[in-house]
């Protein structure tokens, strides 16, 4: 599980969105925090695996309030299958998700610029 940590507007979803492009995902990538979670499959082809597919799931928890839904849709499920999961707003679902492997934090800096700060677990 990939972690993206970061304010409002840090940059977390633009991010993941060129990290999803970069895993082959092509087609609207669209910010999953109306539904928590967009699900998607990634070519490896770029790594030499080709006709293999790579199943990620994107997931904002920013609005997860309900303990009952992470259950009910199916999230525990995504937790339990192989794929990679990048997570925005974990803190929220805290403490239901698994541990990080990899915590990406972005800083907006007042100049506008991002500082990215990559901590493997
Ligand atoms: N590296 C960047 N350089 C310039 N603009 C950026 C960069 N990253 C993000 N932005 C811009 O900042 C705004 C917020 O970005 P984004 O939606 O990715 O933030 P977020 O951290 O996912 O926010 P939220 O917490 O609401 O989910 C967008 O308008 C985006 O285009
Ligand atoms: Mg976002």
Redesign the pocket.
Known sequence: MVE?R??????????ARYLLQALGVTGRIK?P?YAIVETYSGSQAGYGLVGSFLAISHF?F?RFNDPMEWEDAGFRDIFATAGLKIV??AAKAHPLLPPADIVIS?ELRHD?S?QVSITLK
Do not use: F
């Open positions: 993206l970061g304010d409002l507007g840090a940059g977390k979803t633009t991010l910010s925090t904002d920013y925005e707003w972005i506008e991002r």
